[in-house]
């Protein structure tokens, strides 16, 4: 499917607070990987991960990725249909890259282009 959810990130006030949390009332495998961000394997279908919130002061939330082709043109147009783009693309090195919009009702979510692997 074109345009799938394809990862959940947990943006935290309390990562400790929150690993203990999820990793108890779900099956999920919690594998800490360097630059201070944990995934979280869920087995079959989109995983995810969890960090310290980067936006101090921000509440902790829960932040979709939606999967590409051409993350500029994807970021353009959400701009164009009335998005604020709150971060635009960024690289996460062997990995991919992402951006953050808000739709115009207020509600957050990313893009992201995986890398050719």
Request: hydrophobic share 40%.
């Amino acid at each position: 499917m074109a345009n799938s959810f394809v990862h959940m990130e947990l943006n935290t006030t309390d990562v400790a607070k929150a690993k203990a949390f999820y990793s108890r009332l779900f099956d999920w495998k919690l594998e800490d990987i360097p630059g201070d961000y944990t995934m979280i394997r869920v087995g079959e279908g989109p995983g995810g991960g969890l960090m310290k919130h980067p936006v101090p002061g921000a509440p902790s939330m829960w932040l979709t990725y939606v999967s590409v082709d051409d993350l500029a043109a994807a970021t353009k147009k959400a701009r164009e249909l009335g998005g604020t783009v709150k971060k635009d693309a960024t690289e996460v090195p062997g990995y991919g890259w992402f951006s953050v919009i808000e739709d115009p009702t207020g509600a957050t979510f990313a893009l992201w282009k995986p890398a050719k692997r």
